[in-house]
């Protein structure tokens, strides 16, 4: 049995051509180094003798059946996730890590000089057992479970989080006065371009109407500030990961984040409740300036934009190598100053899947997901209700190579 799953995997991984990619945090997805048997020691017998060099393939493939807006359904494989990841512990204090996508593009960003495939570069020192510094191109450290997890393992993000750009070139100061609790404040760049790359050369915003449109203008000190707080209670049972934070995103346009994150974490069962409130001086998420763009002009952008995103995900390992995922989310979409823009769209997730671990001694799961997700438009902003759904197998294969 063993013998036909791992070539069902090889067939599949042989015949993948795209992929797909999203966010992590300052845990990096949480503890998933696990106790796992590397290729290396298991085909060439090679023991490690330190923990200075790590090597990692994330990958995740899936046969897909989609029901698009129109109601047409359609099928395809896809290749969900590919990501390269090294990284290391060089000496007691000097710390490393790399991870690169191998489908993003190679060219320098105008701004930071980092390809948009390289999630993250960065180094990192610690000074004794509660400071150290990091420094490099990072994921902002936004808080959230959803947003903290290993992206290969997320079947469907959340409209904020796909919507998001977080990997920025930045320093991060961590403190831990408890081994259970961890302080954190960040500098990063608040894009990886610069403000013509991310807005067009003669960008305008919307005011208090539609016909109030102003010229943008680059800001001096385009940088993002986060201070975040990880909390461990009642070994380990109960979790948070609590983040504010301001981005500069043009002259006098800023935008403000708020995420609340609590996890219940038990044996068998993991259940986290995330919220996160974006409020943008300048459409950054871009979401109701894509839904509304029939409504501006070309190189224009809404101002005082509100989202509301909030995320319940449980997991249950109902028997040994099982799993039951279920996840829900509750978004909202508003213009503030634009009265039949107030409250615009309201979105619903839901998503569930079956998952079996075939191999003790590698994080490897086989799949069965169902992903829907439902956009309703108020009457007054003359968009139309839709729905999607996507039903997907396939496999996630975190692959310890070394």
Request: glycine fraction near 6%; proline fraction near 2%; charged fraction near 20%.
């Amino acid at each position: 049995m063993k013998k036909q799953i791992l070539l069902f995997c090889l067939g599949l991984t042989l015949s993948s051509t795209t992929l797909y990619a999203q966010g992590d945090n300052t845990g990096y997805g949480g503890n998933e180094n696990g106790d796992y048997e590397s290729l290396a020691h298991r085909v060439l017998n090679l023991e490690k003798k330190n923990d200075m060099f790590n090597v990692y393939f994330n990958y995740s493939y899936s046969f897909q059946e989609e029901r698009d807006a129109d109601k047409q359904w359609g099928s395809h494989f896809a290749d969900k996730q590919l990501r390269l990841e090294i990284k290391g512990n060089l000496t007691d204090h000097l710390y490393y890590r790399f991870r690169h996508r191998l489908n993003k593009s190679t060219d320098a960003q105008s701004q930071d000089n980092f390809a948009k495939a390289t999630d993250i570069m960065m180094a990192g020192y610690r000074f004794n057992p509660k400071i150290s510094v990091e420094a490099g191109k990072m994921c902002q450290i936004w808080g959230g479970f959803e947003f903290d997890e290993n992206p290969m393992y997320i079947y469907q993000y959340s409209d904020m989080v796909d919507n998001m750009d977080n990997f920025m070139a930045g320093v991060v100061v961590n403190y831990n006065p408890l081994p259970s609790q961890t302080f954190s404040a960040e500098i990063s760049n608040a894009y990886n371009g610069k403000f013509a790359d991310e807005y067009g050369t003669e960008a305008k915003s919307v005011g208090r109407s539609l016909d109030d449109v102003s010229p943008l203008t680059k800001a001096k000190n385009p940088l993002t500030y986060i201070v975040n707080w990880n909390g461990n209670f009642f070994g380990d049972k109960l979790q948070t990961k609590w983040s504010w934070g301001i981005q500069t995103q043009a002259q006098h346009k800023y935008s403000r984040m708020l995420v609340l994150g609590q996890k219940l974490n038990l044996p068998t069962v993991q259940w986290y409740v995330d919220y996160m409130g974006a409020f943008d001086g300048l459409d950054r998420l871009k979401i109701a300036s894509t839904d509304l763009a029939s409504s501006l002009k070309p190189g224009t952008y809404f101002s005082d934009v509100h989202y509301n995103s909030f995320i319940s995900k449980v997991n249950w390992q109902f028997t040994p190598r099982w799993n039951f995922m279920a996840e829900g989310t509750y978004e909202t979409a508003s213009v503030q100053h634009i009265e039949k823009l107030k409250n615009y769209k309201k979105s619903i997730g839901y998503i569930g899947s079956i998952e079996y671990y075939p191999l003790k001694k590698q994080d490897l799961r086989v799949f069965l997901a169902y992903v829907g997700h439902n956009n309703d438009f108020s009457h007054k902003c003359d968009l139309h209700s839709y729905s999607t759904s996507r039903i997907e197998l396939g496999f996630m294969y975190r692959i310890k190579a070394f």
